[in-house]
């Protein structure tokens, strides 16, 4: 069965405080990992998608990468618009499920 | 990317009835999904709805609770049947695409609430 652990749980910071989550997982065969950010009240929307080990993508203050048996979202001096709940998921062949970590929420404050 | 609409947003119902969510998406998808978020929680998958057959459904879900229809390549709906209180949920629509088909895009949610 896959699975993915996400930590912290939560994650206060200040403003330009940089930091890093870490999602863990087990799947049988990986297609693709995802990173999505969520805030109150909203779907989720889509971040990254990373392949293969080795990988990195980037979009504004934040970096993912991605290895073997784990990713990092990296977050470089952080807004307060950043605070969001971010979310981890693989999906792993064949098939196209995707399965979910608890999530990380992260509160910048100015 | 592709745009997903849901309606409604929110409901109020009552235990014993049934609500149909819509999913609308912008372009035409082959994969689309039904996820459950329980307040507090991640998400889990309901089914893929499948184009012209069956809905491939979740360990834990079943047909006859969550009726899905998938009647063509940008539409879908997702019926809650006979609700109880632990029915109370988001329920957010996916829908699969991007380079290799795979990214998934997901709606607005709809909040579910069963008194």
């Known amino acids: 069965e896959d699975q993915v652990t996400q930590s912290p749980e939560a994650l206060r910071l200040q403003e330009g405080e940089s930091s890093s989550l870490n999602c863990s997982y087990t799947?049988?065969?990986?297609?693709?990992l995802f990173w999505y950010r969520q805030d109150p009240g909203k779907g989720p929307e889509f971040l990254f998608t990373l392949y293969s080990a080795g990988e990195e993508k980037e979009k504004e203050r934040l970096k993912a990468t991605l290895t073997k048996k784990e990713s990092f979202l990296h977050i470089t001096a952080p807004k307060p618009e950043d605070s969001a709940t971010y979310l981890c998921a693989v999906q792993a062949t064949p098939g196209n499920k995707l399965t979910f970590g608890g999530g990380t929420r992260v509160l910048v404050k100015p | 990317s592709a745009v997903i609409s849901q309606k409604p947003s929110r409901d109020i119902c009552q235990r014993g009835t049934s609500l149909t969510i819509q999913c609308q998406v912008d372009?035409?998808?082959?994969?689309m999904f039904w996820y459950r978020q329980q307040p507090g929680q991640s998400l889990t998958l309901i089914a893929t709805?499948?184009?012209?057959?069956?809905?491939?459904?979740e360990s834990g879900f079943v047909i006859d609770k969550f009726p899905i229809s998938r009647p063509n390549l940008t539409f879908s709906t997702l019926t809650v049947s006979n609700m109880s209180p632990e029915d109370s949920s988001i329920y957010l629509c996916s829908a699969g695409t991007g380079r290799r088909g795979y990214e998934q895009y997901f709606g607005p949610g709809t909040r579910l609430t069963v008194t």
């Open positions: 799947v049988s065969g990986l297609r693709g």
């Open positions: 709805a499948n184009q012209g057959s069956e809905a491939t459904y």
């Open positions: 372009s035409q998808v082959t994969m």
